[in-house]
């Protein structure tokens, strides 16, 4: 038998190396925004359409390539930036590997145009799946101008599996932001189909950080500054009474390149403890320069996480650095971080936001007898149980109970003895303003009230977005609401199931939208906050969760606007809640799953006086 082992051909080498290094358009955003900064121009110019699926082209006015290393610069392992194996250690550049190219070109029409100062012709090179087209001297700019035209037009298992439009621009916009917040002496703009969604003119970094941000966020800023021999902090971060519910606005730097640091958020967030309430996070935006020799940036380029070698001075320098600045620039002289916390936050204090965990027993259901679990774990979504016509027999038993005593205390003159607390007299009292206690024929039931409100709300909004049911709106002044960028793209991809839950909305220039109505039946709500809160909360379940958009809309809608523990209900409020409740398709778990009701039986009652 002759030999069987072959080389791979290098176009299936790099398709191969593609898959690792390029997972979505935004990657090759990456990627190539990084060729640009480290071709050292002072302007950079993202074009994309479609979110990046029919073209991205990034333009930059850096040293630009000869012809030969236009050509060369697509070749596997191909780079400028390291010669031998000690200059990985000292590695300043964004990229060394020399793979982006390479990967790119072998599953993208490419289309590269650039010129060096020196040279008075540029070079235009087309490339197809790893071959080479064409390659002409045209006349250019100096720089480079590079399309990439049909991202996985060769892998379309690849392309079948990217996101809606608007997820996949939230991915190209977090990879623009992060690359922009480091490189404010660089001027960058970002067009999405023909509308810019980014001008960054060249500024300082607090001016960058805004104009990233949105610009209502100078003032919220302030500067942090540390210089020790291990590592050199700096940077800004969000007053406390700006902490926000959403974790959006936190940014390490190391050694310019956005890393993540669960460690040493924790330091971030521990400088702010006492001083923002539990929920909420701090804004951040802090840049740490080390020895490149003291850091083991990870060096797959798809990943964030980085090693420092003395990470611990390090915490203890960021935590220090950040309180001091907290307390120089954002407080008065009185304080003293070590006795009395200094604010006092409107932010309500009780309402936590602990995401909510699947949580089942399955040995308890009292109403089944030999109960199942009824959660597909994995979809968070539930099956009605078959123990449904259950709920309506013990809904019945309630509605009984009720009758029962109304009809006594008609036939009954004495009643007014007893008539004192009414919420007894009706059946349902409150138990640490928590549950709902009341009678059934076979017991006593608790039920935990937000865990209920939230089943309420959950199926009333999941059956408005499913246009089962119309919605009454209400009229409101106009108010505006400024978010995020990525926060606008979500709205923009939500907006039809938003309307559907009976708000008024439309885009009204950048990241802003004005608000004309909102559902009938919402409380006095903040609708800046509202959303805010929402729309993060969608953005956690789209994580975790995988729900489709309407169940996760419905929920975090429903999450936000239940009730808590801690509000005290009136006697009608007990009694419609649970009137809804048992209306439920599913009275007896919360969209997370939460056990709703808990019975205890009269046996049970019965058999604790037994002596
Ligand atoms: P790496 O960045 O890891 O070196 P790439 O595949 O991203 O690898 O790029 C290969 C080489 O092509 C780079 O080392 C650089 O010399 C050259 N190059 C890429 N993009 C540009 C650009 N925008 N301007 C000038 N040179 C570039
Ligand atoms: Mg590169």
Same mark, same amino acid.
């Given at each position: 038998m002759s030999d069987i082992i072959r080389l791979l051909p290098d176009s299936v080498a790099n398709q191969i190396a593609a898959g690792e290094v390029i997972q979505r358009p935004a990657s090759a955003v990456k990627e190539l925004l990084e060729n640009a900064i480290d071709a050292g121009?002072?302007?950079?110019?993202?074009?994309?359409?479609?979110?990046?699926?029919?073209?991205?082209?990034?333009?930059?006015?850096?040293?630009?390539?000869?012809?030969?290393?236009?050509?060369?610069?697509?070749?596997r392992h191909a780079t400028s930036k390291i010669k031998t194996a000690d200059d990985l250690f000292r590695i300043r550049t964004l990229g060394f590997r020399g793979e982006a190219l390479a990967s790119i070109a072998a599953i993208a029409q490419v289309e590269l145009k650039t010129r060096r100062h020196e040279d008075e012709l540029g070079t235009h090179l087309l490339i197809e799946g790893s071959s080479v087209k064409s390659q002409q001297p045209c006349a250019c700019p100096t720089g480079t101008s590079l399309m990439i035209k049909n991202l996985f037009f060769n892998v379309p298992a690849r392309r079948n599996f990217l996101k809606s439009d608007?997820?996949?621009?939230?991915?190209?916009?977090?990879?623009?932001?992060?690359?922009?917040?480091?490189?404010?002496s660089i001027s960058f703009s970002f067009i999405n189909n023909g509308k810019p969604l980014f001008q960054l003119p060249h500024s300082g970094l607090k001016q960058r950080i805004a104009n990233v941000m949105g610009s209502g966020n100078y003032e919220k800023l302030i500067p942090v500054n540390q210089?020790?021999?291990?590592?050199?902090?700096?940077?800004?971060?969000?007053?406390?009474?700006?902490?926000?519910?959403?974790?959006?606005?936190?940014?390490?730097?190391?050694?310019?390149?956005?890393?993540?640091?669960?460690?040493?958020?924790?330091?971030?967030?521990?400088?702010?403890?006492?001083l923002i309430p539990e929920g909420y996070f701090p804004s951040y935006f802090i840049y740490l320069e080390v020895d490149p020799a003291h850091i083991d940036i990870n060096i797959h380029p798809t990943k964030t996480e980085v090693n420092f070698q003395d990470h611990q001075s390090?915490?203890?320098?960021?935590?220090?650095?950040?309180?001091?600045?907290?307390?120089?620039?954002?407080?008065?002289?009185?304080? $003293?971080?070590?006795?009395?916390?200094?604010?006092?936050?409107?932010?309500?204090?009780?309402?936590?936001?602990?995401?909510?965990?699947?949580?089942?027993?399955?040995?308890?259901?009292?109403?089944?007898?030999?109960?199942?679990?009824?959660?597909?774990?994995?979809?968070?979504?539930?099956?009605?149980?078959?123990?449904?016509?259950?709920?309506?027999?013990?809904?019945?038993?309630?509605?009984?109970?009720?009758?029962?005593?109304?009809?006594?205390?008609?036939?009954?003159?004495?009643?007014? $003895?007893?008539?004192?607390?009414?919420?007894?007299?009706?059946?349902f009292m409150q138990f640490q303003n928590r549950y709902i206690v009341t009678k059934v024929k076979s017991g006593l039931m608790l039920i935990d009230q937000q865990a209920a409100h939230e089943r309420v709300l959950f199926e009333r909004y999941l059956e408005r977005i499913e246009q089962k049911k119309g919605m009454a709106q209400q009229q409101l002044f106009p108010q505006t609401v400024s978010l995020s960028a990525s926060d606008t793209e979500l709205v923009n991809e939500l907006i039809g199931e938003i309307s559907l839950l009976g708000f008024i909305?439309?885009?009204?220039?950048?990241?802003?939208?004005?608000?004309?109505?909102?559902?009938?039946?919402?409380?006095?709500?903040?609708?800046?906050?509202?959303?805010?809160?929402?729309?993060?909360?969608?953005?956690?379940?789209?994580?975790?969760?995988?729900?489709?958009?309407?169940?996760?809309?419905?929920?975090?809608?429903?999450?936000?606007?239940?009730?808590?523990?801690?509000?005290?209900?009136?006697?009608?409020?007990?009694?419609?809640?649970?009137?809804?409740?048992?209306s439920c398709s599913v009275p007896n778990l919360s969209p997370s799953g939460k056990n709703v009701t808990t019975l205890i039986s009269a046996e049970e009652i019965e058999n604790r006086f037994l002596k």
């Open positions: 121009g002072d302007s950079i110019e993202l074009i994309v359409k479609d979110s990046g699926k029919t073209l991205i082209q990034i333009i930059d006015n850096g040293c630009g390539m000869s012809p030969t290393d236009a050509r060369m610069s697509f070749e608007p997820a996949e621009l939230r991915h190209i916009i977090d990879e623009f932001q992060r690359v922009s917040l480091v490189n404010p210089e020790t021999e291990v590592v050199k902090v700096s940077g800004f971060i969000g007053k406390p009474e700006n902490a926000r519910k959403t974790k959006g606005e936190q940014y390490f730097f190391a050694n310019n390149r956005y890393i993540r640091h669960p460690y040493l958020n924790h330091a971030v967030e521990e400088a702010f403890k006492d390090i915490y203890a320098i960021l935590r220090s650095a950040v309180r001091a600045s907290i307390g120089k620039f954002s407080l008065s002289s009185t304080l $003293d971080f070590e006795t009395e916390p200094m604010f006092s936050f409107n932010f309500p204090k009780d309402r936590p936001i602990v995401e909510p965990g699947i949580h089942i027993n399955p040995e308890f259901n009292p109403f089944v007898k030999n109960p199942q679990p009824e959660l597909r774990l994995s979809q968070g979504e539930y099956r009605k149980s078959s123990g449904v016509n259950q709920w309506e027999k013990l809904y019945e038993e309630i509605k009984q109970e009720e009758n029962e005593q109304l009809l006594s205390r008609q036939s009954l003159t004495i009643d007014s $003895d007893f008539g004192a607390d009414r919420q007894a007299d009706r059946g909305i439309e885009p009204f220039g950048k990241n802003t939208f004005i608000v004309n109505g909102t559902p009938a039946d919402l409380p006095n709500e903040n609708i800046q906050e509202l959303l805010e809160n929402v729309l993060e909360n969608y953005k956690n379940n789209q994580l975790g969760l995988k729900l489709d958009r309407k169940s996760n809309l419905a929920r975090s809608m429903a999450r936000n606007l239940a009730i808590k523990p801690g509000k005290a209900l009136m006697t009608d409020e007990m009694q419609s809640l649970v009137d809804d409740l048992f």
